[in-house]
């Protein structure tokens, strides 16, 4: 092969080896002559042959660094495990390739010395219920620590906080106990309230009593009104009916032409139909009370 078409295939080939295609999401650190030169974003790129090498490969997406549990001391001298969750993202590839020497141990290390020193500030029950409080603490130490590195922490959890096994067992206990006191109280709620509604109940089922009771009385007591009102209607009507008939009698007898003696007679036998045994006395006008004598003298002659 002639020595000019392997020259070309030569510079082809270191033409071709210079290209690089960085990946959305990545950034290289381009060292010319072993110093730093430029950082390269998503794309296209051409190094400078034997001059440029691309030193580090840095992701720029958003990581999660799950550490291992941590022995710590509270302020109350209880010792637990706590494991920690660290989200975090470059965003200066330069400082992450040339501030520490590998960031992802730096950041376990900071993270474990930072839990210490802010769980030896707290009690047990503080650091069980303060989980939100310990995490902001955390995420402003560690973020600003880790500023010169080319790191940005954005968040940081604590995924699990193990107290000792006696202290678990205790705290169990006591959970126990407290799960059982609500629950007499909730039952003594309840018979309470169940007291409360029967005697509401019977209270009520005796004011409805009284009512019906007070309801019927008046119910009989205007029942026996009517039938005294009706039973006076029927006597007045029975007396208004005997005198109309007694008054037609006489009238009768008026217009038949008969004398002032069997008129008087007529009107004595009216007022003996009126008494109808119930009066004790009657006052007969002096009238007819000779036709009365007379009347009674009749009487004995046809006896």
Do not use: C
Not at 280 to 295: C, F, N, R, V, W
Request: no cysteine; net charge neutral; aromatic share 4%.
């Amino acid at each position: 092969m002639p020595i000019p078409i392997i020259i070309v295939i030569v510079v082809l080939l270191v033409i071709l080896s210079s290209i690089k295609v960085v990946p959305q999401g990545n950034a290289y650190v381009i060292e010319r002559f072993g110093r730093y030169a430029e950082t390269w974003n998503a794309g296209l790129h051409l190094k400078v042959p034997f001059a440029d090498r691309v030193a580090k490969r840095v992701i720029l997406k958003e990581r999660v660094a799950d550490f291992a549990p941590q022995p710590v001391i509270t302020k109350d001298n209880v010792t637990m495990q706590i494991d920690s969750v660290v989200y975090y993202m470059v965003v200066d590839p330069r400082l992450y390739s040339y501030g520490v020497e590998n960031a992802l141990v730096a950041m376990e290390n900071l993270t474990a010395t930072t839990l210490r020193n802010i769980i030896g500030d707290m009690t047990l029950d503080e650091t069980l219920t303060s989980r939100e409080i310990i995490n902001s603490k955390m995420l402003r130490t560690i973020d600003t620590a880790t500023d010169p590195w080319g790191i940005k922490v954005t968040r940081v959890e604590l995924k699990n906080i193990m107290p000792p096994a006696a202290i678990r067992e205790s705290m169990e206990k006591q959970m126990k106990a407290e799960r059982e006191k609500r629950a007499e109280i909730l039952t003594a709620e309840g018979h309470k309230q169940s007291m409360i509604l029967e005697a509401e109940g019977n209270k009520e089922s005796a004011v409805l009593k009284a009512e019906a009771q007070k309801q019927a009385t008046i119910l009989a007591a205007e029942a026996e009104r009517e039938r005294e009102i009706h039973e006076a209607e029927g006597r007045a009507q029975a007396i208004i009916k005997v005198q109309q008939a007694t008054a037609d009698g006489i009238r009768m007898i008026r217009e038949a032409g008969a004398d002032e003696s069997v008129i008087k007679l007529k009107s004595l036998e009216a007022f003996e139909k009126a008494a109808d045994g119930q009066a004790t006395k009657i006052i007969i006008p002096s009238d007819i009370q000779g036709i009365a004598g007379l009347a009674s003298g009749v009487k004995e002659v046809l006896k």
